[in-house]
């Protein structure tokens, strides 16, 4: 648990700005940086987008596709290896690479990826943070582990202390489909394995916290709205919300309330980032972060993924998607978000690839001239 008991200045995080504004940026190498990258084809369409392709030319970055049928050793020589690939088989030929070849920097260890594709131990280091400040308190929701027969859920959720409404998620967090229950009956039509979450009302705002190395990035998302006890007692059943990849719902631009919209506190998420790169052994991964309503320094981590998506959709109005319940008078409005573009993610990439090629950094002209 962050702990703490004053808020810093809104503003939009970024320990690394001077990267995007170029005024202190890592060198360029003396010979090009070869990344090879392992990524699946969507992966690759997303990320390796052109503008990041020739800005990293112009840095002295080379990407490489990397065979996956041919062995590691045969391929490059890599500088980097960059990958976001799931299987025993790739994991365990990628720890053996590390083994033989200690000179190239894997980004990041299987193992430490496999972490938080489990919902189960995702946040549990968060849980367990016991860091003081004047920034504010940050926690995980209340949850529980279920992987037994949907007709015990009611029973478990009573034993454990959780308040309705829950968010069900898959245990294996490849899946980003979610649904809410409303009311205890609704429990015994989830499918286990999964991890039910007790709802914090944030106001319908999300918090992208995006960890690139040493640099924080921070995007408003529109979420799902407050749930008051009039939609409890209106509302039961399931609502399920499958991914809908095509509706970026990018809340930066909007007109909110300040007290949601207001950005946690830059201290609080620099302290946060450190320590959870330190006990993760990550360095390129996201947290999803909200603000409970009412409160102005008390916020929740609700999920984590690794190496997320940054393109692949552009920037939408809101999309609201209403589903009706049938026998229910009522309806509910829910907010679909996905990943969109993470601000200047071609600076800030290629500078975190440059930086682990060489580690002291100087002053040089701002990149502006760079664009791809």
Known sequence: MVSGGCVGAEGEVDPDAAAERGDAV?????????????LTSKKAKSFLQP?????????????????QKRPLSDQGPFDIVLHKLTGTGWQQLLEEYRETHPEVTVLDPPGAIAHLLDRQSMLQEVSELDL?????????????LVNTD???????????????????????????????????????????PLVLQEFVNHGGVMFKVYIVGDAIRVVRRFSLPNVDEGDLSNNAGVFRFPRVSCAAANADDADLDPCVAELPPRPLL????????????????????????????????????????????QRLARTWLVEVISAQPCTIASLYSCYGKMPGYEHVFTDFLLSLAQKEYKRRPSYSSCEG
């Open 51 to 67: 503008k990041l392709r020739g800005l990293a030319r112009k840095k002295g970055i080379l990407f490489v596709a990397i065979d």
């Open 270 to 313: 620099e302290i946060l980032a450190r320590e959870l790169r330190r006990r993760l052994g990550l360095r390129l991964f996201n947290i999803d972060m909200i603000r409970e309503h009412g409160t102005k320094d008390r916020f929740y981590v609700i999920d984590m993924n690794y190496f997320p998506e940054t393109v692949g959709v």
């Open 26 to 38: 890592a060198p360029a190498p003396a010979r090009e940086l070869v990344v090879g990258y392992a």
């Open 150 to 192: 949907p007709s015990s859920i009611p029973t478990a959720v009573t034993r454990a202390g959780l308040s309705l409404p829950l968010v069900a998620k898959p245990l294996v967090a490849k899946s980003h489909e979610l649904s809410l229950a409303y009311d205890p009956s609704s429990l015994t039509k989830l499918e286990p």
């Open 132 to 144: 003081s400040d004047c920034y504010g308190k940050v926690g995980v929701p209340k949850q529980l």
